[in-house]
């Protein structure tokens, strides 16, 4: 019988749409656990800098770094932390969105903008917009290194320390839970004085070599360190995002199926009853 | 007998936490070893052991490839790299991070185009929205 074949093989290539997407979830799924606890395991080093940083800038009332001084602002850099692939719902069109509203504000002020992108997804974004990118990163993996980062990160750096930038900020997704990502704005440079109450009296380091070498290396490493650490929550972000775009298409692609068998169903139905009433029809003539 | 607190850490993960006799690590101008009490210090690292003498006597060692070694007279915290770092090579990943932009992104505009970057903004919400909208019509 050759009723409904065109529905009974719509069926099978949903079925195998949902298959996918399925297999696309649970991969997901798992990808995301394993970032989250790479962002746990990356944040005693940003914590533990964090409190060195606050020591000198207590302990050095009177040396002042490039990276702590606020300049007034003509130019500012941004890092942009995107996907490398897409299918993680609107991911990266928040972020974009935000990004361009700050934009806007900025041109508004005249301010002049410099971009480096993380991640192919904000690459392909600039190259469709417009915008003055001064160094990319992309196929950054699921399991990135410190070391994939160091250009993008010292290009801004050596950008700021030019005073080529007055201001460094860094784009990226926030981790709330599984089901909410938010994008987020947040400055680099110059880095915010951090006062550390605890610390009553007054002492300082002995630095070996230089104070100013030991400073340099230190603050880079800690711009390094902050910027991993967002690339990796960016990363659990885009696992989440794509785990929930997945599970509704396997749920649409449920539905689909469902609704389609009825109308297979009800077609061969009908067929059985018209032959039938052929076959009776058939038998009352002879 | 006293101890000092030692922290390892890289910027991808902790590597050792605990309490310690004495600790040797490679400054930049030699080899140094941290009893409790030390003085506060802060220097760089080049590549090498650290080692930790734990209160039974017993040692352990770590690899660094450099980094930062932080004194203070209870605590030490050792903030390893996580590869070898030199001059030269952040130079290069610099100059690879540069190209890739190059490569992408000639003859173009340095301005962005709000309006541009507006309509495909607008693009991608339709997109969303159609999906959004097909699933409760679906439901």
Redesign the interface.
Known sequence: MAVGKEIRVKIASVQNTQKITRAMEMVATSKMRKAQE?MR??R???A??R??VAH?SQAHSEYHHAFLIVRPVKRVGVIVVSTDRGLC??LN?NL??ML?QQ??RW?GEQVE?DF??VGRKG?Q??????????????RLGDQP???QL???V??ML?AYAAGAIDELFIASNDFVNSMTQKADLEQLLPLKPQVDDTLGHH???????EAQ??MD??LA?YI??LV?QRVIENIACEQAARMVAMK?ASD?AG??IKELQLIYNKARQAAITQELAEIVGGAAAV | MATIHVDIVSAEREIFAGEAAMVFAPALLGEVGIAPGHAALLTRMSPGEVRVQLPNGEQQAFYVSGGILEVQPKVVTVLSDTAVRAHDLDEAAVIKAKQEAEEHLRARSDKVDIAKAQAELAELAAQLQTIQRLRRRGG
């Open positions: 790479r395991a990356a005693p080093y940003a533990k800098m409190n060195v000198i719902g609107g069109s974009f969105r361009v934009i806007k041109q903008i480096c992108t690459a974004f600039f190259q469709r917009i417009g915008g003055r990118v001064l160094g990319q990163v992309g290194h410190v070391e160091i250009g993008a010292k290009i050596d002492w300082d380091y002995i630095y070996e070599p070498e030991v290396h230190l490493r390094e360190a991993y509704s649409n539905k689909l």
